[in-house]
């Protein structure tokens, strides 16, 4: 059968009811979508990716985007269980992602971060999501604009400041926690908040070594507003780079959660405090007050232009720096707790050590506590070991500038973006042996003598060119602190917490850790 011309004509030409206009359309979408999913039935539409990867199979159009959503909130465990199952190189598709490849294969680590260094860089989708936060601070910049800020900030970690002034300042600044906090949950014997004490405490200390301020962080007993937005916005930040879409997400809840407090908000809290340290040090400048800290020595620097810093460069300076020395630190020092709670055995080794080597005369003396520290394996082992299991940049990025072939030979292309995860790589049972995924500091003291990884087997600090400026700085502030307060106290988790970490830029524990404290 077959219809006449002139009634084909007719029927175009007649208006389309809204039912019809409803059918026709769901029918031509939905028809789409079954082609796309027959073309893309495991990986995300328009993924035309002719390499072959390891990977879990994902879903059609959407490729592994549902996986992700599945598991952000422990998206690094995720992450692990992907390495033990498909192999230690792997790359999904995630619909709305850039292409990704992904690793936790020490060689490739060392090769992108260290030998092929200038074929990395960070990725432009990174420096979008992270502007508002770090702006062009070190962490989020790369060529001249990294350049100029890695010079200033290195000649304040030398040996002297070290000596005369980082010790100096930690056992001041814990003296002042040992007569409050501690012993005030000694004698009330309620619990406290070890974790939130830790980030009072190292945003404390860094400020007075950065900045030369003191700021009153652990004199007040709620969290400081600039604290509590910056904590917001790191975790809002690192939604940004985990799920696609952030912009049009964000403006859907402006619209649809208006109780919501916008990132807006944190940010001009964070903006406004950063801002008062750069006027109060400019003012001070000008009246002839003389200091050696870091801010000092950008108030003096030139930017890649040649040109002094302004207020906003010297904001991102300001943020990325307490980041790197406030929050890592915090929570190296909160999971090593919970660890050595958990291990009554290297407690009494490092109770050991430290009754051996910090005598009352070394803790009153900061010179001699830093030369005493240096002759601390043990501590040491502890510390390497915390970072292995609960590293506090639990996961990064890079993109590729252009081709490449790492050394397990898998194919680069120029615009990759590749990812790899501390998290991950310290508890393979491939790099690690099978007692990968248990605290065993011995495991770092090889016939009496501390052994150091390679930064690709243990890139806590991250590692070539752009290795972690503070490495030394942290490592002596939690030595100092963990002898201080196992030398003086006894910890005792309170029973009945879920002790796990919340997915952010960093890895701070999701819902704090209460600790009773006893004095020893
Ligand atoms: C346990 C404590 C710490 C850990 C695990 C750690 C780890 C890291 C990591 C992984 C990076 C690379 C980040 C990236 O570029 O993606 C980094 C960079 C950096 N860290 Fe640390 N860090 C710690 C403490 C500190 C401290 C106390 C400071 C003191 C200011 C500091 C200063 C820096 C700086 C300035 C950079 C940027 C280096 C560059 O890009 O050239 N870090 N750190």
Not at 88 to 96: H, I
Not at 112 to 129: C, D, G, V
Not at 338 to 350: D, F, N, S, T
Not at 417 to 438: C, F, M, T
């Amino acid at each position: 059968m077959s219809f006449p011309a002139d009634t084909i004509k007719r029927l175009f030409e007649q208006p389309l009811t809204p039912q019809q206009y409803v059918a026709i359309t769901t029918g031509t979408v939905a028809t789409g979508l079954a082609i796309l999913a027959m073309l893309y039935p495991d990986k995300a539409v328009f993924d035309n990716d002719d390499r072959v990867f390891a990977r879990r199979k994902g879903y059609p159009i959407l490729g592994n985007l549902p996986h992700i959503l599945q598991n952000v909130e422990h998206i690094h465990d995720f992450m692990l269980l992907n390495f033990e199952t498909f192999g230690t190189t792997l790359s999904g598709s995630a619909f709305g992602m850039p292409k990704a490849i992904e690793t936790a294969d020490p060689a490739n680590v060392e090769y992108f971060l260290k030998t092929n260094f200038e074929n990395y860089q960070k990725p432009p989708r990174m420096y979008n999501a992270m502007d508002d936060l770090f702006g062009h601070g070190i962490f989020n910049a790369d060529g001249e604009i990294w350049k100029y800020q890695r010079k200033t900030a290195a000649h304040i970690f030398n040996v002297k400041n070290f000596r005369d002034l980082f010790t100096d300042v930690f056992v001041e600044k814990f003296g002042y926690m040992k007569t409050h906090q501690l012993n005030n949950a000694v004698e009330t014997g309620l619990p406290l908040d070890f974790q939130g004490l830790m980030f009072k405490y190292t945003l404390e200390a860094f400020v007075k070594l950065g900045f030369g301020e003191d700021l009153g962080a652990l004199r007040s007993e709620a969290k400081l507003p600039f604290a509590e937005s910056f904590d917001e916005a790191q975790v809002r930040t690192s939604r940004r780079l985990m799920l696609p879409f952030w912009k049009a997400r964000e403006a859907f809840s402006r619209i649809f959660k208006p109780w919501e407090t916008p990132m807006s908000y944190h940010i001009k809290i964070v903006n406004d405090y950063a801002t008062s340290i750069v006027q109060k040090r400019r003012a001070e400048v000008e009246a002839g007050v003389e200091k050696h800290d870091l801010l000092t020595r950008f108030l003096g620097t030139l930017d890649e232009n040649g040109q002094p810093l302004n207020e906003k460069q010297l904001r991102d300076i300001i943020l990325n720096f307490i980041i790197a020395g406030r929050d890592t630190t915090a929570q190296a020092l909160s999971w090593g707790m919970y660890a050595i709670m958990g291990h009554p055995e290297v407690e009494k080794k490092l109770l050991e050590e430290i009754m051996e080597n910090i005598t009352d005369d070394v803790e009153n003396n900061p010179a001699k506590f830093y030369e005493a520290v240096k002759n601390m394996k043990y501590i040491h082992a502890t510390f390497y070991e915390i970072l292995r299991l609960y590293p506090p940049v639990p996961a990064n990025s890079k993109y590729a500038r252009g081709d490449d072939v790492w050394p397990d030979g898998t194919i680069i292309r120029k615009g990759d973006h590749v990812n790899w995860s501390p998290y991950s790589q310290g508890r393979l049972e491939s790099i690690w042996g099978p007692d990968a995924k248990e605290f065993k500091p011995e495991r770092w003291i090889v016939n009496g003598e501390l052994k150091r990884e390679s930064q690709g087997v243990w890139p806590v600090f991250h590692a070539g060119p752009r290795v972690c400026l503070g490495q030394n700085l942290a490592t002596l502030e939690s030595i100092v602190v963990l002898s201080l307060m196992l030398k003086n106290y006894q910890f005792k988790l309170v029973p009945g917490q879920t002790i796990t970490y919340l997915v952010s830029i960093t890895m701070p524990m999701k819902n704090g850790m209460q600790v009773y404290v006893e004095k020893r």
